[in-house]
Structures are given as C-alpha cells and as structure tokens.
C-alpha cells in the first residue's frame, strides 16, 4: 500500500484508482478523524510534512506513534535492558481516545481556528 500511495496521489486521481470516500463525510457533510488521511499519507512518503499536517494532523501524530513502536520492538530485541514502551501503559491509551474524538469535535467547528484542522 506504501507504494501505491507513493506513486498515486488522491489529490489528483479524481475518482481514478483506489481510493475510498468517507462514508461519515458523505452521510453527514462533517468530517470524520480520518478525512484527508490518504492525502496526508501521499505527503508523508514524499517527506511533505507542512502540506501532511494541513491534510490530517492525527495521521502525522500517528507515523510518530508506529516509529516509536518499531524502536521500542528493535531497542526490545538487541537493549533488553533499556526497553521502555509508553504503548503499554493505560493511560496513554485512553489519552489517545480522548484526543482522537477531542480532534473530531473540535475539526468540525467552523470557526477559526478550528476551520484549520478540516482537511
């Protein structure tokens, strides 16, 4: 999928290629926390963070959090001893949950500036 998104932009595909619609977005005209994920994606593999972030702040939060995870499944394996996942604590996880529906509140609002957190 990385590199079909590399080699494809949704941007411009125009309805071409694979790339689904939100449903939510088509249902209630409001976006949901994933709303301009695949065009952050696109950004992300061509290193485009400002354009990422202007798309979908939570996409680029969540490439932080799966970096984070595969250094702490390496550091695991070859530093047993300096091994520290913030993942397997519970209140990072509720954290995260609050966060995400806080993001989809708040991205719905249209007043600045929350208008900069729609995609």
Request: some cysteine; glycine content about 6%; proline content about 6%.
């Amino acid at each position: 999928m990385a590199i079909y998104y590399y080699n494809h932009d949704p941007e411009a595909a125009k309805g071409e290629g694979f790339f689904p619609r939100c449903y939510f977005h088509l249902a209630t005209g409001l976006h949901c926390p994933g709303c301009g994920s695949q065009r952050a994606t696109h950004d992300l593999l061509h290193l485009r963070i400002g354009q990422a972030l202007q798309h979908n702040v939570m996409i680029v939060i969540l490439a932080i959090l799966l970096i984070s995870k595969a250094y702490a499944m390496v550091s695991k394996k070859y530093a047993p001893n300096y091994y520290y996942n913030l993942g397997h604590k519970s209140y990072f996880t509720y954290g995260i949950l609050v966060i995400v529906f806080l993001y989809w509140i708040l991205r719905n609002i249209p007043y600045e500036p929350f208008t900069y957190l729609a995609p």
